[in-house]
Nanobody, 119 residues
Framework: QVQLVDSGGGLVQPGGSLRLSCAAS????????MGWYRQAPGKERELVAE???????KYADSVKGRFAISRDNSKNTVSLQMNALKPEDTAVYYC?????????????WGQGTLVTVSS
């Protein structure tokens, strides 16, 4: 059983920065891909960024060049540095984990942390 605890959300002005963190615990050896999804009000949950244990990454086009995902395998943590935030980045952000790049569905979710971008 794997547990993900995400944190770091809050209120930030447009153009500002925020860093999200996720700590994994439990039987995590099988979770090779960790990342972040987000869900805005009235919209479906969407991929933001993912990173493999070996370092390869994937980003949504909407965040490329603004967000950076990183992972510390020794601490079982994954972080998302968000810069140049826009109002459309407002959403609940969920930490995620799945076995491999070819695993279709996310297998474990964090509880979510709210990011609000507003002046």
């Amino acid at each position: 059983q794997v547990q993900l605890v995400d944190s770091g959300g809050g209120l930030v002005q447009p153009g500002g920065s925020l860093r999200l963190s996720c700590a994994a615990s439990g039987t995590i050896y099988g979770i090779n891909v960790m990342g972040w999804y987000r869900q805005a009000p009235g919209k479906e949950r969407e991929l933001v960024a993912e990173i493999h244990r070996l370092g390869s990454v994937k980003y949504a086009d909407s965040v490329k060049g603004r967000f950076a995902i990183s992972r510390d395998n020794s601490k079982n943590t994954v972080s998302l540095q968000m810069n140049a935030l826009k109002p459309e980045d407002t959403a609940v952000y969920y930490c995620s984990g799945r076995s491999t790049w070819t695993t279709r569905d996310v297998e474990v979710w964090g509880q979510g942390t709210l990011v609000t971008v507003s002046s």
